[in-house]
């Protein structure tokens, strides 16, 4: 494993519904932490498989969610009611499923803007909430694809390395539909307090050895560094399969 100057730790769920229970204890801790010290918990949320499971381990925390905050990770720059909108997916997961939960708590991008204007403005509707440009995120919910990509920050795309006092930028040349989007940068994220990685399927065992075990920075997602958070892993047993045939298997929880 590289050498971390962070606290790591890996959740290899057996099931789903383990799965569920690790992202509600996370959700559960980072919410009650946020909330002895200020009124608004502040969570980053992501898209694909990471809706269903979201809303699932809220439905199954029971947790009061009216002073939280849901701001997107990425978006992708369509219409609200496009079907391809994470904000959209949302709103219809939780809308059903989490009826308390306002769609004024989520924080949505500005997409009938030009996409840069909306990387601006997500930015600055970013720093108008917490109140300050120096902006840390309570806990941060990422996905990761097959490639390695994480918000929509993609392999071999010059933007995903580059420091910048940008918060959140424009992406033209998506390799995933849709081309056009916006995402957090690398230095918001990592100045996170929580970072959590969410991920399933079969297709990612490969990256997700080489990026948390190897450590391969030709991936978007090793650039997750926190700069003085916590950064927490959780597969399910497929995504995990190659951390727990590695030499490392002992450093990591199964549950
Ligand atoms: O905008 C997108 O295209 C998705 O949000 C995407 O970035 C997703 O988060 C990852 O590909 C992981 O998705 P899965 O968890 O569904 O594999």
Redesign the pocket.
């Known amino acids: 494993m590289p050498s971390r100057k962070y606290p790591f730790h890996v959740n290899v769920a057996e099931t789903e519904d383990i799965l569920v229970q690790s992202l509600s204890e996370i959700l559960e801790r980072c919410s009650s932490k946020a909330l002895k010290n200020r009124q608004t918990f502040r969570v980053g949320i ?5 809706v269903q499971l979201l809303t699932r381990a809220l439905v199954a925390s029971k947790l009061k969610t009216d002073c939280w905050k849901f701001f997107f990770c ?3 720059y369509v219409p609200d009611d496009d079907n391809e909108s ?1 904000f959209n997916a949302y709103r219809t997961e939780m809308h059903a499923k989490l009826p308390t939960i306002l769609e004024s708590q989520l924080i949505k991008a500005n997409t009938t803007i030009s996409l840069d204007a909306c990387a601006c403005d997500y930015a600055a509707r970013i720093i108008d909430e917490f109140g300050t440009s120096c902006v840390v995120f309570d806990l941060l919910l ?5 490639d390695g ?4 920050l993609f392999p071999d795309r010059p933007q995903f390395q580059v420091h910048t006092e940008q918060l959140v930028i424009p992406i033209r040349d ?1 390799p ?1 539909p849709p081309l056009e ?1 916006i995402t957090f940068t690398l230095p918001l994220i990592n100045n996170a307090n929580d970072v959590v990685f ?4 079969a297709s ?1 065992a490969d990256v997700v050895k080489r990026v948390f075990i190897d450590g391969d920075k030709s991936f978007p997602s090793a650039w997750v560094e926190p700069t003085h958070g916590n950064l927490t892993l959780i597969t399910d047993k497929a995504a995990g399969a190659k951390l727990l045939s590695s030499d490392c298997s002992t450093s990591l929880n199964r549950c």
């Open positions: 992501s898209g694909g498989s990471l990425d978006e992708r994470t990422l996905g990761m694809g097959p990509h994480t918000c929509s998506s995933k989007r969410v991920v399933t399927g990612k």
